[in-house]
Structures are given as structure tokens and as C-alpha cells.
């Protein structure tokens, strides 16, 4: 279900772009667990984009719909030039990168680049909401210059006491606070899972390279895979909700059934009309002394018609004797 909004506001800072929504209608507008992505189109050149996904980073209760995004490709530069009061088209809300409080007693999250938008919506949320879930938030970059929303996950730490934010950068300054030299290595992720966050769901988001060895290391350190929560980072693309999946796939794929369906209800169609009359055409081939009326409702307008009575077949001197018998006239139509 699509959903329109218009653009409240475009912030960037450095090559991350907010971009901020409100609804059109209060009537209708997205409801979404943190965590959710959503796919986004909007006009460009006068001609609609393509819908392209990325993560929610508001709180489902701020009113508004925001996604944080880095700008790099033609998308996310038109995105940037985007001004306020122009129409957006959303879909979704799509994903299970969301906390369950009743399962998830414990979270750690392991985010990589752009890859903490989820995790900012669900640490925004989280701390409305006051929720007494101890998170632990594992954070690398390869800048500390150039942190994603590194103001506010200190903020949010300061808020919530059940939080704790981690921040690696190859060039971290030593002792600043909260900020650790280098990756989040294997033996860190091993360090984890064997001491006080045993028993903790782990949530990876970032580039397909980071996620891959974020799970491998929760594997190895006998992690168990319904513990482990993933979601690669596509920077401007669509995020899968399985293998393959995509918004764009799954619009094609329903108008590819939608048109065999259509295809297959017209030839039904025309196959119930078609049969009716070649009955009647074999019928009336037959000798007969009687005269037949006939009323058909099988037309689209619902009327009835009726059938020309039955000539009398031909005489001998009027038909030629290898073809004694001259087809009716039909007035089924």
C-alpha cells in the first residue's frame, strides 16, 4: 500500500542525509515498529522515481517518518535536493529487525557505518518508552570525524541507563570516551557471548562484509542462530526480506500473475460464449421435422435473443446429390 507524504525537511551533515516526512492525511500514514524500513519515491525531472528502501530512523510515536541515508548515488543526490512540500510515496512498512520485549531480554548490536539507522530508531524508541532492556551498542567506523548520529547515540546513552555505546574508529583519539581504537574484532564479539551477555539476542546491521563476519563470530562463539538477528545494508537498493526479494521484484511479479489471470478469465470468457453456439450449430445440423425457438443469456448485456426457425431441408433438384442439406441461417450473435 502506497502512502503519501510530503518533505518536512532535509538536513545533511558531512555525506549523511536526514530526510524528514509528514503525512498528508493524519488519516493515512505508516505504522511501523522500530527497526522497519520503508521504500521511497518521489519525482525527479518530472518523472517518478524508482522506489528504492531504507531504514526508519524516527520513533514510531515522533509523528513523522525519517530516514537516514548516505549520499552517493543519483538517488540519494536528488534525494538532497529535495525541497519542503514535495510529495513522497512510501510503501511499507517492511522488515523483522524489531525488539521483542517478552524473547529479548538482552540486546547487543553490532552496526557498522550507515548501518546503525534501525538501531537509532530503536534506541529512540526504546528510551520514550523507558524500556528495561539492558542494549549494549557496538558502533565502527572508519572515521571518528565522520560518526552517523554520534551526538545523539551519546545523548540517548545519557538518558537511558541501560544503555552503553561503544564507538570504533581506526583513528580514535586515545582516551576520548566511549571511543575505541580499531574494529570490533572476533575476540571482542568472543569476549561477549562467554561473559555478561550470555543469553543476549545480537542484532547486525551494516555493509555485507561487516554482517558476514559479525555472524560468523556469534557462530563460532556458539551463538545460536535464533539469536542472531541480520540485515544487510544496501546503500540506495532494497533491502531483502528473504533471498532475492525486493519491492521492485515483488511489484512485477504480481502484475506478471495479475496478467495471467486476466488472460486466463478472457479466454474462460470467450470459451463459454464460443461453446453454447457451436451447440447450437451441430443441434440445428440435424434433420428435423419441428420448428425450435431458442432463447441464449449467455451475452454481456444479459438479453435474450431468438433462433430462426429451422428451414425445410432442400429438394433433390435444389441441392446437388453429394451435398444435400444447406446450413441455417444462425441469429446467435
Known sequence: MAYAYLVQSTQQTGDILLLTLVPKSRHKQLVFTAGQYAAISFLRGG???????????????????????????????AAAGLAPGDAVQVQGPFGEFTIDPEYDRKVVMLAGGIGITPFVSILRDATERELAIPMTLLFANRSAANIPFQ????????????????????DATPGDTGMVWGNITDEEVRQLVRGEHVGSTYFVCGPKGFSDGMRAALRAGWVHESRIISETFTQAGSLGLGSGFSVQSLTYGLAAVALVVMIGLVATLDLSRTVPKLASAQAA?????????????????GSASSAAPTPTPPSQSQQPAYNSYQPPMSSVS
Open 47 to 77: 518523472r517518478p522515481t524508482p522506489m528504492r528502501c531504507f531504514s526508519i530512523t524516527s520513533s514510531p510515536s515522533s509523528g513523522v517518518l525519517q530516514f537516514g541515508m548516505r549520499v552517493k548515488g543519483g538517488f540519494t543526490q
Open 151 to 170: 551526538a545523539e547515540l551519546r545523548e540517548l546513552q545519557r538518558r537511558n541507563p541501560n544503555l552503553l555505546v561503544r564507538f570504533y574508529c581506526a
Open 285 to 301: 445440423a440435424q434433420p428435423s421435422t419441428s420448428v425450435t425457438q431458442s432463447t441464449s443469456n449467455d451475452d454481456s448485456n
